[in-house]
């Protein structure tokens, strides 16, 4: 049906930036949207950022104006720029593809921010 791989996570400084990708395969044309979401140690799994097929975006308050979706159809690739990294945006970072009545999760890409 469909895979999704990230990468892109590492260690990175206070203020830093890092670029996450999300490889998508299989039956990409039932996806209808995509999106980022993010588990910290010990917390709920939270929605960061969603791009939907027309091109518009959504943004979790604490992404707003330091991260960035987009989507690129012909690689089948979501990306999420983040500038301005801080020690709450460590995480383990997920993709995520609603695709008609059910959804795809990909097995998350670690990012860790040092203060």
């Known amino acids: 049906q469909v895979q999704l791989v990230e990468s892109g996570g590492g260690l990175v400084q206070a203020g830093g930036s890092l670029r996450l990708s999300c490889a998508a395969s299989g039956d990409t044309i039932g996806i209808s949207a995509m999106a980022w979401y993010r588990q910290a140690p010990g917390k709920e799994r939270e929605l960061v950022a969603i791009v939907y097929n027309g091109g518009g975006t959504y943004y979790a308050d604490s992404a707003k104006g330091r991260f960035t979706i987009s989507r690129d159809n012909a690689k089948n690739t979501l990306y999420l720029q983040m500038n301005g990294l801080k020690p709450e945006d460590t995480a383990v970072y997920y993709c995520?593809?609603?695709?008609?009545?059910?959804?795809?999760w990909g097995q998350g890409t670690q990012v860790t921010v040092s203060s």
């Open positions: 995520n593809a609603p695709y008609y009545t059910t959804e795809f």
